[in-house]
Nanobody, 122 residues
Framework: QVRLTEIGGGSVQSGGSLRLSCNVF????????LGWFRQAPGQEREGVAA???????LYSNSVQHRFVISLDNARNTLYLQMNNLRPEDTAMYYC????????????????WGRGIQVTVSS
């Protein structure tokens, strides 16, 4: 069983940056996909960024060139560096676990953290 715990988040002004962390335990170190999703009130959960064990990354169009996903295997920690944040990035952010190949499809993910709030003010 994979266990995930998000750390970080908070409030920032538009144009600012935040880094989210996710402690991940129980995943196969050579066969995984780990991703970040977000869910705004009244909206469906949407994929933001994902990385797989081949090092392939995938980003949604809305965050491409602003967000960077990375994984520190030695620390069992998944990161999401968020730059040039916009008010529309405000949401609960979740990290999740899946299998290769890299994917941002919600049904492909079987394990989730409890989520963490990110609020961007204009």
């Amino acid at each position: 069983q994979v266990r995930l715990t998000e750390i970080g988040g908070g409030s920032v002004q538009s144009g600012g940056s935040l880094r989210l962390s996710c402690n991940v335990f129980g995943y196969a170190p050579n066969f995984y996909t780990l991703g970040w999703f977000r869910q705004a009130p009244g909206q469906e959960r949407e994929g933001v960024a994902a990385i797989d064990s081949d090092g392939k990354t995938l980003y949604s169009n809305s965050v491409q060139h602003r967000f960077v996903i990375s994984l520190d295997n030695a620390r069992n920690t998944l990161y999401l560096q968020m730059n040039n944040l916009r008010p529309e990035d405000t949401a609960m952010y979740y990290c999740g676990s899946s299998l290769p190949p890299v994917t941002l499809r919600y049904p492909d993910y079987g394990y989730w953290g409890r989520g963490i709030q990110v609020t961007v003010s204009s």
